[in-house]
């Protein structure tokens, strides 16, 4: 008798667990119902608020979902590479050729640029403001062993600043404690930087969106050689048969149209344009 | 300090506007953790008890290995159900990467661990109590499991609270295999970890809030459910 009441009582319990997890279920098959892409891009572009600006307009267009995962260059090549995003959106020249020549992606494509910049401590102890020469920067921050705050994740502005690192011919690992690498987003990295007024080399996207800049500002900007591209590139159907190409050249194609270019330039943050459209028209 | 009735404000704006992007990912942190949280039970009490009961080899070591999950960091947790879900990993190609199952699922791997080690405890507390009384009423080891269940269900609803706390706090292992997904795979956790990143510290913190708020809410809800079930029982 107490066995049967026992029973009686599992049963119950799992009937009411069974309640919990329908309506989670039928939340999933929901989702499913609509096309949708996987882009896999970079920190920059998702947290300056460029994707909620422009995916919209290509979604109420196309009827086609846009879900972007952002994170770093290095991990959102990773996750194009394992066949777990349609597209990705990133800024890291030489990788991404690399991922391509891999045979990871189809083709890689010019989007648009911004570029980097040195940001640091206003009382700039490396005396580096207006130098306008960000590997001479770099050289006095080294040489004053002031505090300099690196990604460390193998994003594509950790990869920006290690080749400038090398242009300045210095290997700030070796210097001491003055090099913090902090192997986390262009966002937490600049919450460390702000935290310890340290100087930090930053996409101009980010900044213009980041609101904890404590005693932070630019210090150098314009030099060529902190030019920021951005590519986008088809993970290759052939190597992934499930890659969603229809639709993820549609998004790719509409981007590089000069209606997704004109989006991109449109997009400003306090009347300061953070994009600059540079796609090459078809065929030339 | 400064911030925190910035903080406070944000807050407080997020309720009262019934903020809808706010209700969604607070609605899909309760349906992706609630959810964990009873598969995980399902498992996690069974498997419990029964290490509690059941004599075999290798059980006691067992019993630390599932003790020690308790503390699994979920970014493993989550990297494991990454490489298991990923196109290139053995469960590729149901293509649940990147979506609320896939989340599910690695809040389950690190909830069960949980709830089965307490568990056990309780129900072996229990057996040394009432073991004389339900050998004498012929019952096997482990046919008294379902009993001892029923007879620590208060004590068990702490266990699965605590499971629950896991599930609703953590960040790593969602942020892995959801991929933070704007309307898709963002929770609260994850929304709060975005928003820190985009140095919007009110906005995050205010954010944090709302989540105690909540957690705070289902264990009063679960407290009270108990109190009146337990004067019910008399």
Same mark, same amino acid.
Request: no cysteine; hydrophobic share 50%; glycine share 6%.
């Given at each position: 008798m107490k066995l049967f009441e026992t029973t009686r009582r599992a049963v119950m319990a799992i009937a009411v667990g069974a309640a919990f997890l329908g309506p989670a279920g039928a939340a999933g098959a929901q989702t499913a119902e609509k096309p949708f892409i996987t882009v896999a891009s970079t920190t920059s572009t998702e947290q300056s608020g460029l994707f909620k600006h422009l995916l919209p307009q290509f979604t109420e267009k196309t009827g086609i979902e846009v879900r972007v995962v952002a994170v770093g260059t290095g991990q959102a090549l990773k996750i194009g590479e394992r066949g777990d995003a349609d597209v990705v959106f990133v800024h890291a020249k030489s990788a991404e050729e690399e991922f391509v020549a891999k045979g990871f992606g189809v083709e890689r494509l010019e989007v648009m640029y911004n570029d980097f910049i040195l940001v640091g401590p206003k009382s700039d102890p490396a005396g580096v403001r207006g130098t306008g020469d960000v590997v001479k920067a770099f050289q006095a921050i080294a040489e004053k062993k002031s505090p300099f705050v690196s990604r460390g994740d193998d994003s594509g502005t950790?990869?920006?600043?290690?080749?400038?690192?090398?242009?300045?011919?210095? #290997?700030p690992k070796a210097g001491g404690s003055w090099y913090r690498e902090t192997g986390s987003g262009m966002g937490p990295a600049l919450n460390t930087a702000a935290g310890m #007024?340290?100087?930090? =080399?930053?996409?101009?996207? +980010?900044? @213009?969106?980041?609101?904890?800049?404590?005693?932070?500002?630019? @210090?150098?900007?314009? #030099? #060529?050689?902190?030019?920021?591209?951005?590519?986008?590139?088809?993970?290759?159907?052939?190597?992934?048969?499930h890659v969603k190409e229809k639709e993820a050249r549609a998004f790719i194609d509409w981007v590089l149209s000069p209606e997704g270019q004109a989006a991109i330039a449109s997009y400003k943050i306090e009347g300061e344009q953070l994009f600059f459209p540079n796609a090459r028209k078809k065929g030339a | 300090m400064h911030g925190f009735d910035e903080a406070l404000a944000a807050a407080w704006r997020l309720i009262v506007t019934g903020d809808t992007a706010l209700v969604e990912i607070a609605t899909l942190s309760l349906k992706v953790s609630l959810t964990a949280v009873v598969c995980a039970a399902l498992i996690g009490l069974p498997l419990g008890a029964a290490l509690a009961l059941a004599r075999f080899p290798g059980r006691n070591a067992l019993v630390v290995t599932i003790n020690a999950l308790m503390g699994l960091?979920?970014?493993v947790a989550g990297l494991l159900v990454y490489l298991l879900l990923s196109r290139a990993g053995p469960l590729g190609p149901y293509g649940l990467l990147f979506t609320p199952?896939?989340?599910?699922?690695?809040?389950?791997?690190?909830?069960?661990?949980?709830?089965?080690?307490?568990t056990r405890q309780v129900v072996a507390d229990l057996?040394?109590?009432?073991?004389?009384? @339900? +050998?004498? =009423?012929?019952?096997?080891? =482990?046919?008294?499991?379902?009993?001892?269940?029923?007879?620590a269900r208060f004590s068990l609803v702490t266990a699965v609270l605590a499971g629950l706390g896991r599930a609703m706090a953590e960040v790593g292992a969602i @942020?892995?295999?959801?991929g933070n997904i704007a309307g898709v795979t963002r929770t609260m956790t994850t929304a709060i970890a975005l928003e820190t990143s985009k140095g919007d510290l009110p906005l995050a913190l205010g954010l944090g809030i709302v989540l105690l708020v909540?957690?705070?809410?289902?264990?009063?809800?679960?407290?009270? =459910?108990?109190?009146?079930?337990?004067r019910a029982a008399g």
């Open positions: 950790h990869k920006a600043e290690l080749a400038l690192w090398k242009l300045a011919a210095i #290997d #007024d340290a100087y930090i =080399l930053a996409d101009r996207g +980010t900044w @213009l969106s980041f609101k904890n800049r404590g005693d932070l500002a630019i @210090l150098v900007e314009g #030099d #060529d050689r902190l030019f920021n591209q951005y590519g986008i590139i088809l993970v290759n159907p052939a190597r992934h048969p | 960091p979920p970014v199952t896939a989340m599910i699922i690695a809040q389950t791997v690190l909830v069960t661990p949980i709830i089965a080690a307490l057996w040394q109590e009432y073991r004389e009384q @339900l +050998t004498s =009423l012929g019952a096997s080891r =482990l046919r008294a499991v379902p009993t001892l269940l029923w007879d @942020l892995v295999v959801g909540i957690v705070l809410a289902i264990n009063a809800a679960a407290h009270l =459910l108990g109190t009146t079930a337990r």
